[in-house]
């Protein structure tokens, strides 16, 4: 899970996160702490939308119709999507009585606005409500948030890695929601007696002096954030040779994934990898390494073979690679 977000930190076009796994494993708490891991972000002036001032195409009609402001430095937004949220506290809302009495259109951003270029989180995914999954999907797609109301509209850049976390048995998620997700994974609790003990121990010592636990981490968290900042930096230069995208689209043809949103994932999070790592380029070994992760919800379920996902893409692996 901690490689997965790290992976998104450094390409966020890898799609988002799923993470499923057993309650109390730490999930949502992995998640809010991948704030404290993130270099800042260049915002454009006062924007409401975080709109990034070095991509002039993709700033919002406020920030194209005046001038932004100096370039500021803030944090990358992590921001909670709770299930309870109205779609107004979602999208955005619109003042109609603003609008009608001043002549003025008054937006309130939304939960979207506030998640650009960063990570908008929702625990228990796959009981979020209809119209907020059909919403996401619509702004995952076109990363463009549109509220309109009575005659008026508003729209806004809204682009973030979605992460969602949850327990399957609790409810599947929807196949379009699942599709657009670059890496799912699993938790589980872990069963090594040294490992319970050490997990214990660290969340008995943060609940008794947050500050000081963050200050005994401080260090670590900063030799993390100077290792995404330099992946950032190198992805550009990692080669992806024909071979390696060749491994990656004979596995997805052999494991009868559909479209080709698998291949881009795996091809996109390997590289990621390989830029973490410091390495130059991204062969087979680097695709496999990262297919479970990238194709397990991607596959149709065979009522003829049940031995599970994971199993499934490393099998086809094993006879790709003629073992």
Not at 44 to 60: E, H, K, V
Request: glycine share 8%; charged share 30%; with cysteine.
């Amino acid at each position: 899970m901690k490689h997965a977000l790290m992976l998104a930190a450094v390409d966020p076009t890898i799609g988002g996160i799923l993470v499923f796994g057993d309650r109390g494993t730490g999930k949502s708490t992995a998640v809010r702490g991948l704030a404290r891991l993130l270099p800042p972000m260049t915002v454009a002036g006062d924007c409401r939308f975080n709109c990034d001032p070095a991509a002039p195409a993709s700033l919002c009609p406020a920030c194209r119709a005046r001038k932004p402001g100096r370039p500021r430095k803030v944090p990358v937004p992590v921001i909670d999507l709770p299930l309870s949220a109205t779609e107004d506290r979602v999208a955005g809302a619109l003042d109609l009585e603003k609008a009608l009495a001043h002549g003025e259109k008054a937006f309130e951003p939304g939960l979207l606005a506030a998640a650009h270029r960063g990570f908008l989180y929702i625990d228990e995914v796959n009981l979020l409500e209809d119209h907020l999954v059909d919403l996401l999907l619509d702004v995952a797609a076109s990363g463009v948030n549109v509220v309109e109301r009575d005659g008026l509209s508003v729209r806004h850049p809204a682009r973030f890695v979605l992460v969602g976390s949850g327990n399957p048995e609790e409810g599947e998620l929807r196949p379009q929601l699942l599709d657009r997700f670059g890496l799912s994974v699993d938790v589980r609790s872990p069963s090594d007696i040294a490992q319970r003990i050490e997990v214990v121990k660290r969340r008995d010592r943060f609940d008794r002096d947050p500050e000081a636990f963050a200050a005994e981490w401080e260090r670590a968290d900063a030799r993390l954030r100077s290792r995404i900042a330099r992946a950032r930096r190198g992805i550009g230069s990692v080669e992806t040779p024909d071979e390696a995208m060749e491994f990656a689209s004979r596995l997805c043809l052999a494991l009868g994934v559909d479209g080709l949103r698998g291949e881009l994932t795996l091809l996109r999070a390997a590289r990621a990898a390989a830029a973490l790592d410091g390495r130059e380029r991204v062969d087979a070994a680097a695709i496999a390494a990262i297919a479970p992760a990238a194709l397990r919800h991607r596959l149709r379920r065979d009522p003829l073979d049940e031995a599970g996902s994971t199993v499934r893409i490393e099998r086809a692996i094993a006879e790709l690679a003629g073992r």
